[in-house]
């Protein structure tokens, strides 16, 4: 058997790999341009702030996003920005939510408080 192709990464084959223990799969990276993951947390979204921008293309599921003191709500084929180290979280979330995280431009320094 091949290489895998990279032309093409479904919703299914991806959620496949994910568990409670390990909700995000990373499915295409090209060098330190862009990385794209999926993610689906259950119970509660951990995630603490990126050092770079970011775009969540939502795949399933609906519930409420927190970036900073906004508060949205949000459902499948809707897309979310949160800039480099802007505190965020997905609030509530159904649960068949997953969504497409999306990586890109050069790492950031941290900005002085």
């Not at 058997?1 to 909700?23: C, F, H, W, Y």
């Not at 999926?38 to 951990?46: E, F, S």
Request: glycine share 8%; hydrophobic share 40%; charged share 25%.
């Amino acid at each position: 058997m091949g290489k895998e192709s990279d032309i093409q990464v479904t919703l299914a084959r991806a959620a496949a790999d994910l568990s409670a223990d390990n909700p995000f799969r990373t499915v295409f990276e090209q060098g330190g341009e862009i990385s794209i993951e999926l993610y689906a947390p259950v119970g509660t979204d951990r995630q603490l702030p990126h050092e770079r921008d970011e775009l969540y293309i939502i795949a399933s599921g609906h519930g409420t996003f927190r970036r900073g003191g906004e508060l949205v709500t949000f459902e499948a084929g809707d897309l979310l920005y949160v800039p480099a180290y802007v505190p965020h979280r997905f609030e509530t979330f159904s649960e068949d939510f997953k969504t497409w995280v999306i990586f890109y431009g050069p790492k950031r320094a941290r900005p002085a408080i």
